[in-house]
DNA sequence: ATGACTGCAAACTCTTTGCACAACA
DNA sequence: TGTTGTGCAAAGAGTTTGCAGTCAT
């Protein structure tokens, strides 16, 4: 985990932003689930931190490029680690979410003149167990 | 337009459902849109109904089938009518929204046995206007 | 030391719910 | 006429904001 605390450590100090223990544990937690975070799943594992800097803490990663914001089918916000461009699946009834690769082959279908900054792809549905 | 209430009437009868005006309303509206509606501009060209109706009867046109929820970036969520799967392009400053047809090739990315219903491409970026 | 960051609490937005009245069949 | 659907108002989630105190530099 030292070495994902240096990462940010540099990105932060070289955009001039404090590093501080908050922004440490939440960028921690988020490179470390599997898949996706909601902003109410970090303040479940990290209670002593407020909603508001969970909230601030991940607009700041975004804004650093370390943290993605998903858009989600039930109103609610999910977060992911940047890694790879990449796709989900997500189980209409039990919710589960597959990451998949076809985000790539979508960005063809850009219309013209768009500045493609990522490719989200969601495929809705039953997922094996619950089909 | 007579032709939608009719297919809409139609639709409503075979599920036992009452045919109402604020249920042709929204959906006339919402056939009507060249894009996508949220709950709250269907409320400010239809200030009559109450949001409590828009959102049950939409929640109706969905379960019949005549329109679909479409995930979105700023917790707004987000309706259009049912034509055909299809992608959305969006531009990240001015909010624009571009119909793609990539949601197709996405499909072959599905994990294994994961049934899908819908695929819905998102592509975020700035669009031509906006670069 | 000083300025940025955090926590608390309240506000805000979007959406849902409960109940009495109105409208469809 | 008998339900079903609607409007109103309040409640409920999720997220944002303001301000005073705390912590990184």
């Given at each position: 985990m030292d070495a994902l605390d240096h990462k940010l450590t540099a990105v932060l100090r070289e955009r001039g932003q404090r590093v501080t223990q908050p922004r440490l544990r939440i960028h921690r937690l988020v490179a470390a689930t599997p898949r996706h975070v909601t902003a109410d799943q970090l303040h479940d594992e990290?209670?002593?931190?407020s909603p508001a800097t969970i909230y601030s803490t991940l607009e700041l990663l975004e804004e650093l490029g370390v943290v993605r914001r998903v858009a989600s089918l039930e109103g609610v916000t999910v977060y992911d680690s940047v890694s790879e461009p990449h796709g989900h699946a997500v189980c209409r009834r039990c919710g589960a979410m597959f990451d998949i690769a076809a985000a790539d082959t979508a960005r063809s279908a850009a219309p013209a003149g768009f500045e493609i900054e990522r490719a989200e792809v969601q495929l809705i549905g039953l997922c094996a167990r619950c089909a």
């Open positions: 990290l209670p002593d931190l």
